[in-house]
């Protein structure tokens, strides 16, 4: 059952059972969780009054949830108990409890959820594969999950359309600022987005209509009118203009660029019009992704010390004795080489060589970006170049071939563009993603084309 047949006559309790039924078989064979917060689940339920609608919630472990544990996939945040929600937690909490935190790459540092320092989910479809990351745990989930369910999950480079893609289902990464940050454990600040992950447009339009909107409490929150996303579903998309960048299918698996090709034509046949573009500075954003994104990762860090936040041991020694001990055995490997790269990104001397450069990189990607979004309604790419990779392939790659692999959807999220992965067939039996780029603030726009696909 979709959560749009469950809003219809909404039975809380049967969905509570059900769902939790589910979720242990789940875990045991594919491991989207950190940590299943049945108590606290049913705790809400109970909470609540009879128009509750009881909608089952799963949160990506670096969103902060009052009493229920949140590691953002870190041993540094092992026995991090939040006293508050995040904001967007809030929101979604006025409709439905939380089942549970999902795994991630630690941070968010990572494109196959291989990062963790917990268990590594695997993929529903074949469980030899990866799901995607860093929001791995909750494609993951909702994947496998059979009952209503939407996934909080967050995006800093690519994170929420990478598992989607590989996991077949859908993922929307918003305009950034449209979700408040507050309470989210921060990757990179300035392009950190919390979005959703759901099996439908529906549910993904649903989701995002609860958790939008201007928060005081976080700076970089826009001000916008209040939007019921739903409504945008399942109209008519004759007169659209979808324009399709040649770079984005440079390197890309024969099969995916054939799948794409298919959905645009079946575009086509509905009203809509494209047109080849080029956006060709998109062969600088890798490069200026990794460095900005590792700069602002190398600076968020800092506070994990072990005094302020963060897991602590026998103070001993010089505090940089203690600090180094504390990183050195709470930190994973790929934390560390982030920590030490964005540090040297910003140092004295390399600062104009690196950072200030990605910056302009950024500035003129935007540009490009605008300029195109002057002509088209929305941008269409494939998600990722390839399927869900098998984990054994994974393990012979380098960290450079890995970070490349990030390659299509950096730039929309360095732009902060809102952008959404739907399914669009299958290779070698698994699942490809299309990815529709809109303007910022037009999620309305390729929520339409997203669900007509689904049709
Ligand atoms: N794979 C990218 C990275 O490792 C994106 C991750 C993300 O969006 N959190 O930075």
Sequence with gaps: MDLKEYLKNPDKEKLFEKVFGEIKKIQEKFEPFIT???EQAKEHLKSKGSDFLGIPISVKDNLCTKGIKTTAGSKILENYIPPFDATAIEKIKEVGYLIGKT??????????????AYGIPK????????????????????????SPHIAIAESTGGSISCPASFCGVAGLTPTYGLVSRYGLVDYASSLDKIGVIAKTCFEIAYGLTKIAGHDERESTSIKT???????????DISGLKIGIPKEYFDGVDEEIKNEIWRAIKKFERAGATYEEISLPSTKFALPSYYIIAMSEASTNLA?????????????????????????????????????????????????????????????????????QFKKFDCIVTPTMPMIAPKFTDIAMLSPAQNYAMDILTVAPNLCGLPHLSV?????????????????????????????????
Excluded at 131 to 142: D, F, I, V
Aim: aromatic residues 12%; contains cysteine.
């Design 36 to 38: 299943i917060s049945e």
């Design 103 to 116: 795994s991630m790459d630690e941070f968010g540092f990572g494109t196959f959820c291989m990062n963790c």
């Design 123 to 146: 993929n529903p479809l074949d469980d030899g594969r990866s799901c995607g990351g860093s929001s791995g745990g909750a494609a993951c989930l909702t994947a496998a999950l059979d």
């Design 225 to 235: 009118k209040k939007i019921d996303y739903t409504t945008c579903l399942d109209k």
């Design 303 to 371: 506070k994990y010390c072990g005094l302020r936040y963060g897991s602590t041991l026998k103070i001993e020694g010089t505090y940089n004795d203690y600090f180094s001990k504390v990183r050195g055995k709470y930190f994973g490997e790929e934390v560390k080489r982030r920590a030490l790269m964005g540090t040297f990104y910003r140092k004295a001397g390399y600062r104009d060589k690196y950072y200030l450069k990605a910056l302009k990189v950024r500035g003129h990607l935007i540009n490009e970006f605008k300029e």
């Design 423 to 455: 399914p669009c067939g299958k290779s070698k039996g698994m699942p490809v993603g299309l990815h529709l780029i809109g303007d910022h603030l037009q999620e309305e726009k390729i929520l339409q084309l997203g669900s007509w696909l689904e049709k």
